[in-house]
């Protein structure tokens, strides 16, 4: 009995510190601007009002919450696009991105507006001498030849495909990390009608044709 008391004593600062809290150490209540993508959005405020900065009306917050938002990076995603892209293979892909709280931005060789296969016109965020890195790299399809046939774009993807955590390709974009060697030895896929090209030029890949795709999302959707 005497042990068991000991080891209680022993625990109790212990068990205090985790589950116990007095009244003093309630989180404390600040007041923010609403994000507008300023400096003062890292500002606090002890009391409401507006923004002296933006002029913004404040808004309440506990400043744990808030202060560990500001300490918060999201993962970040570039978009390669290139004259004559397919809209939706990278309108797509970047709009799930974006609105999964990703930070998400497009490169092109030149900060030259891209005319997409829809005549939509794009204005590249970043060239290649000034693009940031990105924890995500997305090659997307379309009219892939601007790509395919730039020496100076092939190797800036090689590079930035070694410091992304991941590269992904949608549709015919797999030519372009084909053409990179991103794909060797490795397993992948894209537009059923351009298999068998991708195969003839990239034959060291292991290329799943569409009715593994199929088999292996009836399985997923099994899991789920």
């Known amino acids: 009995m005497k042990k068991i008391i000991l080891a209680l004593v022993l625990l109790l600062p212990y068990l205090t510190v ?6 003093g150490q309630k989180d404390k209540v600040i007041y923010v601007c609403p994000s507008c993508g300023a400096d003062c959005d890292k500002r606090e405020f002890d009391k409401p009002g ?12 506990s400043v744990t919450e808030f202060r560990k938002e500001q300490n918060f990076k999201p993962v970040s995603v570039c978009f390669y696009i290139q004259d004559g892209i397919d809209l939706l293979d990278f309108a797509g892909p970047m709009e799930v991105f974006s609105t999964a709280g990703f930070k ?5 060789k030149t900060k030259n507006v891209i005319h997409t296969q829809n005549s939509l016109s794009v204005t590249p965020e970043y060239s290649l ?15 892939i030849s601007p790509t395919l046939n730039d020496p100076e774009v092939i190797t800036w993807i090689q590079t930035r ?14 030519f372009i990390l084909g053409k990179a060697k991103i794909l060797d030895g490795l397993s992948a896929t894209t537009w ?33």
């Open 104 to 108: 998400v931005f497009t490169v092109s």
């Open 18 to 23: 985790v589950h116990g809290q007095s009244p």
């Open 50 to 61: 507006a923004c002296p900065d933006c002029g913004m009306a404040l808004v309440k917050r």
């Open 129 to 143: 001498q000034d693009a940031p890195a990105a924890d995500v790299l997305v090659i997307s399809g379309g009219n």
């Open 192 to 224: 059923y009608q351009e298999i068998k090209n991708l195969t003839k030029e990239n034959p060291t890949t292991r290329w799943l044709t569409t009715r593994v795709m199929l088999i292996m999302a009836m399985y997923l959707q099994r899991l789920v």
């Open 161 to 174: 495909q070694k410091s992304s955590q991941y590269t992904l390709s949608v549709c015919t974009g797999a």
